[in-house]
Nanobody, 129 residues
Framework: VQLQASGGGSMQAGASLSLSCTVSGRWASDYVIGWFREAPGGRREAVICLSPRDGTTLNGGSVKGRFTMTTGSTKNTVYLQMNSLEPEDTATYFC???????????????????????WGRGTQVTVSS
């Protein structure tokens, strides 16, 4: 499975931004796709994931509903819609894949990034106050 994130940039607090993750490869539809972020000097944090079986999402809790995740019409692209951006959202954002049918109930727990099977390159998001 190959993943490619894009759409990062620099913006003011309060703005909105949408990131894209293109997913390809055999059996790609059998994977949970998740977004992570990593701030300088910080750990890689699970933000939100999408279950391939029913399209439901699970938020890790750190963004309190400001971020949502959707699937494109072709289902090989997922989007992370980020609203009301804050300087604390500044990070490199990654999309990743885990072979399972539904997002794990442990999504968002510290160190969950170690469970992911495939990673894309990150895209930088910088939010200034």
């Amino acid at each position: 499975v190959q993943l490619q994130a894009s759409g990062g940039g620099s913006m003011q607090a309060g703005a909105s931004l949408s990131l894209s993750c293109t997913v390809s490869g055999r059996w790609a539809s059998d994977y949970v796709i998740g977004w992570f972020r990593e701030a300088p000097g910080g750990r890689r944090e699970a933000v939100i994931c999408l279950s391939p079986r029913d399209g439901t999402t699970l938020n890790g809790g750190s963004v309190k509903g400001r971020f949502t995740m959707t699937t494109g019409s072709t289902k090989n692209t997922v989007y992370l819609q980020m609203n009301s951006l804050e300087p604390e959202d500044t990070a490199t954002y990654f999309c990743a894949a885990e072979r399972r049918d539904y997002c794990s109930g442990r999504w968002g727990t510290p160190g969950y990034a170690g469970n992911m099977d495939y990673w894309g390159r990150g895209t930088q998001v910088t939010v200034s106050s």
